[in-house]
């Protein structure tokens, strides 16, 4: 019995043993990186359930009444602009590829070049911001007034709040990997900086779906 | 096959072992290992435990009269929202999930640490800073709407409701950091050969847990936020005026808040999956059935919240498919009664403390459980949702069930934490002491809440009237609640007097069988000088030790000399 349940972990050990030596770090952990990096997937996955909770908030009021957009003051709500959201989507996507670029950028040590996408990327996520803060400015309804204020403002709030941490995420990137922290191996943080961008769009698909083409 | 030849073998001068910390603060406050912050968790939610345990005994004092004159309705109102709210987040979430899980499972699978050491720290410190605001709203007019704050009340009771959600968002965002924690910990940082049937179950009960605290305490986070916004922008998610539903706001608080009672029970549960099988002398019976019970049960959770809502008016169409899935739930419960059961059988048992509290857990725990199986029928929970029946079912299973098992596992691995065995005189004492208190407060709730007495009632002179045997059995209650009282006061006792002058536990004081019991007591900074390979499941007490390396992983035990060695109450910051 013992010897097969050696020979069953053996394939593991070798992992971590070959694994150390590349990175340089202790065998035991030498799932470092993973470990940072599934511990940040499982953040983001979290993450997700907040946005979960007020879709579902959102599509319960939504089912629940009558007409939608809902009627405040004898007056049927206006649709939201979907071109105007629409282009706003476009710059907050695009901000998703230069991202993607920058990343490839740092793998292949082609440091300009980072350097010119990530902060095409903090350029873009500003402009979405704006565009939102344009939207909100413009809006033909108030947080307090319906239902469909309450959730528009509440869901995109909270995701404008997530750009806005992403923005102040990226530019923190950007400055420590000008500064030596991260190396052609070793670049985590930057990997996260990326899945995280990526996953403030997912979540803008899923917003813009349901408040702007619904 | 030889381990000794292996790769890592050969790389031993690479694993290195840190150095503890030097100095107070880093060593006992902001510490990063897992050990002072399990100590921490339980310094802590002993302390809150002193504060609502007094809530519940004031309570108890108004309910001496039916007329109910000690205090005014109001201030009634609300100790049982703080009782509540501090019972269920600042008690047993930090005492069950943080201090067990986080002194054992990093021990039990043979890790130097979680995951994450200093988001560890974090978790443990935003529980101090959620008491302090929530204990600030005594100052500008506390909660009074139950600890449930359903709207509208909770919209109409000025700054203390917003604090109150502030507060909890706090302790909620603590508790998802944990569950990120212990989740990613468990996954990737198993001993070698520790494969997913191999891994105790204590630390498959802290996994189950684990998912739930990360994904179910967000739609609390939410729930709270969206209340908070409520209150204080007057955002219109729950007043039906302006299209809203308070109906919304339980679906999203019970969608955390049903399985928030499993956070606290399935640690339990595999506490007492530890305790068994060790003072039996005897394998587990059905380990895979009870691990996969354990995720069974935290998946399931996710889908009876609403049956917490049924008076509360939502479609009958909804009403039965949550009402059967409840029941669903009582099938992996009953194996892991069955499976429990099974192992004590035949066994050779040894009438230590924690196996006292993990025997009475048994008895107590199905107790609250199946008359949770009853709360679950539609019928029956529209006739009985308000009255005392609710609150002896909850009570049951929480005091009669987690904190039980909680005292189970505390008398078991305190010896791991601090090095001495806690006086089993005083604890036996304790434990028929707290039996008692348990069955006297608790039991006579069911008979009275079938008469109809009403819950979070300051005064039941009307009841009273209708069922005279109701005063009788309130003050048999009142008396019997300070025995809890005093079981508590000697385990504070207990534990001053044993870290003094206990005995010396050395490394396996019980003759258990997982990895925690192998290296010395108190644990050393690092946990294993070596981590070991592990090549079975811990619980065949017929076999040898499954692991190997087993003279490599931990000093070898100083002889126990008390005029020699220094006094070692290590991580205890007393």
């Known amino acids: 019995m013992a010897v097969r349940s050696v020979a069953r972990t053996t394939p593991y050990l070798e992992k971590v043993a070959v694994e150390a030596r590349y990175n340089d770090v202790d065998p035991v952990y030498a799932e470092t990186r993973d470990i940072r990096l599934f511990g940040f997937v499982?953040?983001?996955?979290a993450d997700c359930v907040l946005f979960g909770a007020f879709v579902f908030a959102y599509l319960y009021l939504r089912t629940a009444a009558p007409t939608w957009p809902p009627v405040v003051d004898g007056k049927q709500l206006p649709r939201l602009d979907v071109a105007f959201g629409a282009m706003n989507s476009i710059v907050l996507f695009g901000s998703g590829v230069t991202m993607h670029f920058a990343l490839e950028s740092w793998k292949h040590l082609k440091k300009l070049a980072f350097n010119f996408w990530l902060v095409a990327t903090i350029l873009l996520g500003i402009g979405f911001l704006a565009g939102q803060a344009h939207e909100y400015m413009s809006a033909q309804m108030t947080w307090q007034g319906s239902t469909f204020g309450a959730s528009f403002f509440t869901l995109t709030g909270l995701h404008g709040f997530h750009v806005f941490a992403g923005v102040c995420f990226l530019t923190v990137l950007g400055i420590q990997a000008n500064r030596g922290v991260y190396t052609g191996s070793k670049y985590f943080g930057l990997v996260a900086g990326t899945l995280y961008w990526h996953f403030v769009d997912v979540i803008w698909v899923l917003l813009f779906f349901l408040f702007y083409l619904w | 096959m030889d381990v000794a030849?292996?790769?890592i073998e050969q790389h031993e001068a690479h694993d290195h072992i840190h150095p503890a910390p030097e100095g107070f603060i880093a060593k006992y406050v902001f510490s990063i290992d897992h050990k002072v912050i399990a100590i921490q968790y339980f310094v802590t939610g002993l302390l809150f435990m002193l504060i609502a345990g007094s809530f519940a005994e004031l309570m108890r004092i108004q309910l001496w009269n039916p007329k109910g004159t000690f205090m005014e309705y109001h201030t009634f109102n609300q100790m049982f929202t703080m009782h509540g709210t501090v019972m269920v987040w600042l008690v047993l979430i930090p005492l069950v999930t943080g201090s067990l899980g986080n002194l054992v499972m990093p021990l039990q699978i043979g890790a130097r640490d979680v995951a994450f050491p200093w988001l560890n720290m974090l978790s443990f410190w935003l529980i101090p800073v959620s008491g302090l605001i929530l204990f600030s709203t005594f100052f500008v007019g506390a909660p009074s709407s139950g600890w449930t704050e359903y709207p509208p009340i909770s919209l109409e009771q000025g700054p203390g409701g917003p604090l109150w959600c502030l507060a909890i968002i706090v302790v909620g965002i603590s508790s998802t950091l944990t569950g990120l924690n212990f989740m990613v910990t468990i996954f990737k940082m198993r001993a070698p050969g520790m494969t997913w049937t191999r891994m105790p179950l204590f630390t498959w009960a802290t996994f189950a847990t684990a998912l739930i605290n990360m994904f179910a305490t967000v739609a609390l986070s939410a729930a709270l936020l969206a209340l908070f916004f409520a209150q204080v922008y007057?955002?219109?998610?729950?007043?039906p005026a302006r299209g809203g539903s308070v109906i919304l706001y339980q679906h999203m608080f019970w969608f955390y808040s049903h399985p928030a009672v499993y956070i606290f029970?399935?640690?339990?549960?595999?506490?007492i999956s530890e305790v068994l099988p060790t003072f039996a002398r005897k394998t587990i019976f059905g380990y895979k059935m009870i691990a996969f019970s354990s995720l069974a049960i935290a998946i399931l959770g996710f889908a009876v919240w609403a049956h917490h809502m049924f008076p509360g008016g939502i479609a009958p169409w909804l009403q039965i498919p949550f009402m059967i899935i409840t029941y669903l739930i009582g099938i992996p419960t009953g194996i892991k009664i069955f499976s429990w059961m099974a192992t004590i059988w035949g066994g050779r048992i040894q009438f230590t403390t924690p196996m006292l509290y993990a025997m009475a857990f048994i008895g107590t725990f199905s107790f609250g459980g199946i008359t949770g199986v009853y709360l679950a029928c539609v019928p029956v929970d529209l006739h009985e949702h308000g009255s005392y029946f609710v609150v002896a079912h909850f009570h049951y299973v929480v005091a009669g069930g987690a904190v039980t098992a909680f005292f189970a596992g505390f008398y078991y691995w305190f010896p791991k934490?601090?090095?001495r065995l806690l006086s089993e005189k005083m604890g036996k004492v304790g434990f028929w002491l707290f039996m008692a208190g348990l069955t006297g407060t608790f039991l006579p709730m069911h008979w009275l809440g079938l008469e109809g007495m009403p819950r979070r009632y300051a005064s039941y002179e009307t009841f009273a009237k209708a069922f005279p045997d109701a005063v009788f059995w309130n003050r048999?209650?009142?008396v019997s609640s300070f025995l809890m009282v005093a079981a508590i006061a000697l385990v504070a006792v207990n534990i001053i007097y044993s870290i003094r002058s206990g005995r010396r536990a050395g490394n396996n004081p019980w003759g258990a069988r997982t990895l925690e019991w192998m290296i010395s007591s108190p644990a050393p900074y690092y946990n294993f000088k070596k981590i070991p390979i592990v090549l079975d499941r811990p619980y065949d007490f017929t076999q040898?030790?499954?692991?190997?390396?087993?003279?490599?992983?931990?000093?070898?035990?100083?002889?126990?000399?008390?005029?020699v060695l220094p006094r070692n109450a290590?991580?205890?910051?007393?």
Not at chain 2, 265 to 271: C, E, K, N, Q, Y
């Open chain 2, 570 to 574: 290590a991580g205890m910051g007393v």
């Open chain 2, 476 to 478: 048999f209650e009142s």
């Open chain 2, 234 to 239: 007057n955002v219109p998610f729950f007043d």
């Open chain 2, 544 to 563: 040898p030790l499954p692991y190997r390396n087993l003279d490599e992983v931990t000093d070898p035990y100083p002889v126990p000399s008390e005029a």
């Open chain 2, 5 to 7: 030849a292996h790769p």
């Open chain 1, 42 to 45: 499982l953040f983001l996955l």
């Open chain 2, 417 to 419: 934490a601090t090095g």
């Open chain 2, 265 to 271: 029970i399935l640690p339990a549960f595999g506490v």
